[in-house]
């Protein structure tokens, strides 16, 4: 365990280069897309934190009451954990820019720093789940949204994806919405379309 609560993996970068932060999803580890962002960003500075909840073992970063049922207080909690874990680590490492990655509760809890913080230059949300309707604070003119989603995905339901993306562009972001014909497994296409994404960067 860090002094910032999360154990992580870490690739320190060149200066001046972005930082990549890759959250993963319910049950993963700071493991499971480590090495895709270094692949994508090579010199870039890549964080990796493992989420610091446990549901039956499994390790998330916020908790839950039941399935697309959030615990608010905790997502507050974690929302502000992150904000300033992400920023420490861009200061140290003097990033250009704060990028972030994010599969399933991983792309929740980074939507919602992106939400609520909007510390994020871009961000990649693979098959996210907002079951709630986010209040309009800040702009978010200037930011750029990778949204990637399944069509028939059980988890991340079809409107709620739209509804995500529809209020990310409302506030101003540049969104881009990828989907394939799956459900709620990561797609070659979804892969093509985060190297596209991100290789600006």
Do not use: C
């Not at 493992?50 to 970063?61: H, I, K």
């Not at 820019?97 to 929740?108: E, M």
């Not at 409302?170 to 497994?185: D, I, L, P, Q």
């Amino acid at each position: 365990m860090t002094e910032t609560g999360y154990v992580h993996r870490l690739h320190a970068g060149a200066p001046d280069k972005p930082i990549l932060l890759v959250l993963h999803g319910t049950g993963g580890d700071e493991n499971q897309f480590f090495d895709f962002g270094r692949r994508l960003l090579p010199e870039a500075t890549i964080l990796s934190p493992r989420g610091d909840v446990s549901e039956y073992g499994a390790a998330r970063f916020f908790r839950r009451t039941g399935e697309g049922v959030y615990d608010m207080s905790d997502l507050s909690r974690a929302t502000e954990k992150m904000a300033a874990y992400v920023k420490a680590f861009a200061d140290e490492y003097r990033a250009s820019q704060i990028l972030g990655l994010g599969f399933s509760n991983g792309a929740n809890i980074l939507a919602n720093v992106l939400i609520e913080k909007g510390i994020f230059d871009a961000a990649v949300l693979m098959h996210p789940l907002i079951p709630f309707q986010p209040e309009a604070r800040s702009t978010l003119a200037g930011r750029k949204v990778l949204v990637t989603a399944g069509q028939r995905d059980p988890i991340a339901p079809v409107a709620m994806t739209q509804a995500l993306s529809a209020h990310l562009e409302g506030r101003g972001a540049e969104v881009r919405t990828v989907w394939h014909a799956g459900g709620h497994e990561i797609a070659p296409s979804e892969i093509n379309a985060v190297g596209d994404f991100l290789g600006g960067y």
